[in-house]
């Protein structure tokens, strides 16, 4: 079975951070956005073994590795935020 280790990832990325964000809506339509773009910009790590998912989790499990998937996520938080497609108040945008 082939799958995208870097999901989980994201995933414990969003159950972290998204307390921080009180302006972000949270519904099920947000928070598959903010999975969605976070996961389009971060590599993905395709593993079709338990050998390559323990290589790749020990090398996601890095701090380095790990920055970049927090900084993509706050990045998806704070843009879906500002423009939510659910139609939820969102924070706007200042000129």
């Known amino acids: 079975m082939i799958r995208n280790v870097g999901e989980d990832h994201v995933s414990a990325a969003y159950q972290t951070l998204r307390g ?3 302006d972000f809506c949270g519904c099920d339509l947000c928070r598959d956005d903010v999975l969605v773009f976070t996961l389009n910009r971060i590599p993905p790590r395709y593993v079709s073994s338990l050998t390559g998912s323990v290589v790749t989790e020990i ?5 380095q590795n790990r920055a970049g998937i927090d ?3 706050m990045d998806a938080l704070r843009r879906i935020s500002l423009a939510p497609r659910c139609g939820g108040k969102g924070k706007k945008r200042e000129p």
């Open 20 to 22: 921080k964000f009180p």
């Open 59 to 63: 090398n996601l499990d890095r701090d």
């Open 71 to 73: 900084v993509a996520m």
